[in-house]
């Protein structure tokens, strides 16, 4: 490795140490004085300033405290159990409110009565495939929407909706 990369190397884990946890900081030192042993001259060839380690401002330390937080280890079950529940019951009443909103008088083979058909059906065979095939659709509806406003001139852009997509 030449002189340059490995001081590259050097300042790029100072840059890291600075805003990473602890933990994290005691390894990158340990492969910053590894790099230093290696060549010597990295650690003299750096300002004096970058080797000093700054006080974190109150963004870093919000960073680094959510860097920590979201460290803490897998989901709990409990939370995932409810993310999935409270999936599958939304999922369920925008099937049940798109099938009362449906045409009254539709023939059997108009689209939106078969498209509200087969929702209905799926949501009593099967609540897990109806809720990914209801995520499926939101996102290509998202997509589609945000193409949409891709396609507007600058000045005539719609007001963006946010929250979940109403059938």
Request: some cysteine; proline content about 7%.
């Given at each position: 490795?030449?002189?340059?990369?490995r001081?590259?190397y050097?300042?790029?884990?100072?840059?890291r140490?600075q805003?990473?946890?602890e933990?994290?900081?005691?390894?990158?030192?340990?492969?910053?004085?590894?790099?230093?042993?290696?060549a010597p001259?990295?650690?003299?060839a750096?300002?004096?300033r970058a080797?000093?380690?700054k006080?974190?401002?109150?963004?870093?330390?919000?960073n680094?405290?959510?860097?920590?937080?979201?460290?803490?280890g897998?989901?709990?079950?409990?939370?995932q159990r409810f993310?999935?529940?409270?999936?599958?019951?939304c999922?369920?009443e925008?099937?049940?409110?798109?099938?009362?909103?449906?045409?009254?008088?539709?023939?059997?083979?108009n689209?939106?009565m078969?498209?509200?058909r087969?929702?209905g059906?799926m949501?009593d065979l099967?609540?897990?495939?109806?809720?990914r095939?209801?995520?499926?659709?939101?996102t290509?509806l998202?997509?589609?929407?945000a193409?949409?406003?891709?396609?507007?001139p600058?000045?005539k852009t719609?007001?963006?909706?946010?929250?979940?997509?109403?059938?």
């Amino acid at each position: 490795m030449s002189d340059a990369v490995r001081a590259h190397y050097a300042q790029a884990l100072q840059r890291r140490m600075q805003a990473a946890p602890e933990a994290v900081q005691r390894v990158l030192q340990d492969r910053l004085q590894r790099a230093m042993a290696e060549a010597p001259e990295i650690g003299e060839a750096q300002p004096p300033r970058a080797r000093q380690k700054k006080p974190l401002t109150p963004l870093g330390q919000l960073n680094q405290y959510m860097a920590t937080a979201t460290q803490a280890g897998p989901e709990l079950k409990s939370a995932q159990r409810f993310r999935e529940t409270w999936s599958r019951i939304c999922a369920e009443e925008d099937v049940t409110q798109a099938v009362e909103r449906g045409p009254e008088n539709a023939g059997p083979l108009n689209s939106h009565m078969l498209v509200l058909r087969t929702l209905g059906l799926m949501r009593d065979l099967s609540p897990d495939y109806l809720r990914r095939f209801m995520s499926h659709a939101d996102t290509l509806l998202w997509l589609e929407q945000a193409h949409g406003r891709l396609k507007e001139p600058a000045g005539k852009t719609k007001p963006v909706k946010t929250g979940r997509v109403k059938r």
